[in-house]
DNA sequence: ATAACTGCAAAAGGTTTGCAGTGAT
DNA sequence: ATCACTGCAAACCTTTTGCAGTTAT
């Protein structure tokens, strides 16, 4: 956690940013509040918490954390967005379970691999992908 | 064409609804504008042929066309949603150039074979699924 | 002191919806 | 004669932005 908001505030620093209450407070509610959240769910679990921010410095903050690469973006059908924190971990894609809301991490290195050659083939320069699949979790299917 | 039309028809008298102007225009302009293309596209070609229908209508017919396996939407980043005719096409995903919007596909059975078995893992019941490579095109990347 | 930051409320931007009138079956 | 369809304008929803006041550096 530390370690955590010393990364923030490092890169905030090589960006002439400032580390501000907001700022501090909000990393640490993005790292206790779980994998896969969205901005309400962010906003809940603050003022569950007591604390509070405003959404526009949500966003904003928001923006900065994926910028510095300790938050990933995954953009959802109808331009709603989820957040996941990533320290330490490594990439992955989804299983969107469309009853119950679930999100499944996979991965596979096979998938990362045929990408790349689809994008050597195509002379295209990736910058990055998405990858979801979507239908009903174990649970869900299963009723 | 003349299938597309009867196919069109089919889906809808099977379904209660109704063949109107508007939906065999749109229907006409969807298959003429060509490959992926977006409300507005569809809207400022069907201007250009002096042919008109209401925003909401587009919206209304795409829905339908799409429940019909007809045409494919496909969800892009921020909410913007784009179409594709489906007609006699298979499966395909895409690469999104991030400079110039255009989109190229792919298609690899390799991948959906790794989808299905990772479902088959996780015991998810897969409807759907979005693969997309973001970064930039073969012109957009020489500059 | 400077320039970045914050909250608020308004604006944006794509999509959806309620309604009253129109039209397909 | 029904009941679905259409256009319009208003409503929606998430995200972004302009502004005036606040605060980190």
New interface residues.
Partial sequence: MQQAAARFADYLSRNRLRMTRERRVILEQVLAVGKHFDVDDLLVHMRNGGLRASRATLYRTLAHLVDSGMVHKV?M????ARYEPMLGRHHHDH?V??KCGEI?E?E?P??ER??EE??RR?????????????????RC?SR
């Fill in positions: 953009e059908a109808k331009g709603q299983l379970c469309l499944i996979f596979s096979e998938v045929i990408q689809v994008c195509k002379r295209f320069t990736m910058t990055g992908h998405t990858h979801q699949i979507r239908g009903y979790c174990r299917s």
